[in-house]
T-cell receptor, first 113, second 112 residues
Framework: GENVEQHPSTLSVQEGDSAVIKCTYSDSASNYFPWYKQELGKRPQLIIDIRSNVGEKKDQRIAVTLNKTAKHFSLHITETQPEDSAVYFCAATLITSYGKLTFGQGTILTVHP | NAGVTQTPKFRILKIGQSMTLQCTQDMNHNYMYWYRQDPGMGLKLIYYSVGAGITDKGEVPNGYNVSRSTTEDFPLRLELAAPSQTSVYFC???????????FGDGTRLSIL
């Protein structure tokens, strides 16, 4: 089955800096890669996703890049703000596998004012 | 739209007891999922369903059962609760396999 590794496990940045979280996946057939943000005690919320026919996707301060050859994808947050502090999870799935997501272990992002 | 609604929010069970975690969605999504999230970990898929009457196992199905009699509801049944099932349980739904999954608020379950 699919295996997703996520790094780093914790990330601390100053407000206004950029943050980058990286994930690698094992199944070269995987073709859908969502990122979720989870605040303490809350539900995971989708912040951005990318499909394998696209190399990069951007939504305001958030971007995701995908390298299919190396089997890794990354979340980039620019101009970080204290409200970006949360746990971020990457996930991967094969679109034809009914959306069965395999999640990474999570990254605790702390943005210091 | 309420989205995905889970009940109860919290529950404490004794070892060997049984219970059903309820999940309902009002978005007319065909696909529904149950995940568990252990402290400091990512989510692991327990069971999923692609439509009424159709269910299948995920990564960690042992000790659980599901049913899907309607599009809206996808209950998760724990039989003979064990301490290893202490976790936060999330239900999610989506329009399809390549569509965003919408999560409920979760059920925090402790088994003592």
């Amino acid at each position: 089955g699919e295996n997703v590794e996520q790094h780093p496990s914790t990330l601390s940045v100053q407000e206004g800096d950029s943050a980058v979280i990286k994930c690698t996946y094992s199944d070269s057939a995987s073709n859908y890669f969502p990122w979720y943000k989870q605040e303490l005690g809350k539900r995971p919320q989708l912040i951005i996703d990318i499909r394998s026919n696209v190399g990069e996707k951007k939504d305001q301060r958030i971007a995701v890049t995908l390298n299919k050859t190396a089997k890794h994808f990354s979340l980039h947050i620019t101009e970080t703000q204290p409200e970006d502090s949360a746990v971020y999870f990457c996930a991967a799935t094969l679109i034809t596998s009914y959306g069965k997501l395999t999640f990474g272990q999570g990254t605790i992002l702390t943005v210091h004012p | 739209n309420a989205g995905v609604t889970q009940t109860p929010k919290f529950r404490i069970l004794k070892i060997g007891q049984s219970m059903t975690l309820q999940c309902t969605q009002d978005m007319n999504h065909n696909y529904m999922y149950w995940y568990r999230q252990d402290p400091g970990m990512g989510l692991k898929l327990i069971y999923y369903s692609v439509g009424a009457g159709i269910t299948d196992k995920g990564e960690v199905p042992n000790g659980y059962n599901v049913s899907r009699s309607t599009t809206e509801d996808f209950p998760l049944r724990l039989e003979l609760a064990a301490p290893s099932q202490t976790s936060v349980y999330f239900c999610a739904s989506s329009r399809g396999g390549n569509q965003p999954q919408h999560f409920g608020d979760g059920t925090r379950l402790s088994i003592l």
